[in-house]
Nanobody, 124 residues
Framework: QVHLVESGGGLVQAGGSLRLSCAASGLAFSANSMGWFRQAPGKEREFVAAITRSGATTYYADSVKGRFTISRDNAKNTVYLQMNNLKPEDTAVYYC?????????????????WGQGTQVTVSS
């Protein structure tokens, strides 16, 4: 059974930083591209960042480009999201997801597995 478990969320002031982690089990981690998505109250889930199997290619939403960095450690079956210069509009539940596609995927439909999410709240 596949499990994706996010951690590292919390409350931070605007301009601060957080590092999210997503530990995967039950799947061939290095064979999956990974993504981070977020969902704010009353809004649809939106793409944040994605990384290919080897980590060679990353892709970001325009809203986080230059502030967030996605990375992965295949030896630890873990994907990370370093979030710097956080803004109140970054407040959301953040989810990691796994897909068998080889390229960086930005749409939710192509992801087969999802974590339970971790709350990130940025105060102004």
């Amino acid at each position: 059974q596949v499990h994706l478990v996010e951690s590292g969320g919390g409350l931070v002031q605007a301009g601060g930083s957080l590092r999210l982690s997503c530990a995967a089990s039950g799947l061939a981690f290095s064979a999956n591209s990974m993504g981070w998505f977020r969902q704010a109250p009353g809004k649809e889930r939106e793409f944040v960042a994605a990384i290919t199997r080897s980590g060679a290619t990353t892709y970001y939403a325009d809203s986080v480009k230059g502030r967030f960095t996605i990375s992965r450690d295949n030896a630890k079956n873990t994907v990370y999201l370093q979030m710097n210069n956080l803004k109140p509009e970054d407040t959301a539940v953040y989810y990691c997801a796994a897909t068998g596609y080889t390229i960086a995927i930005v749409t939710t439909e192509q992801y087969a597995y999802w974590g339970q999410g971790t709350q990130v709240t940025v105060s102004s």
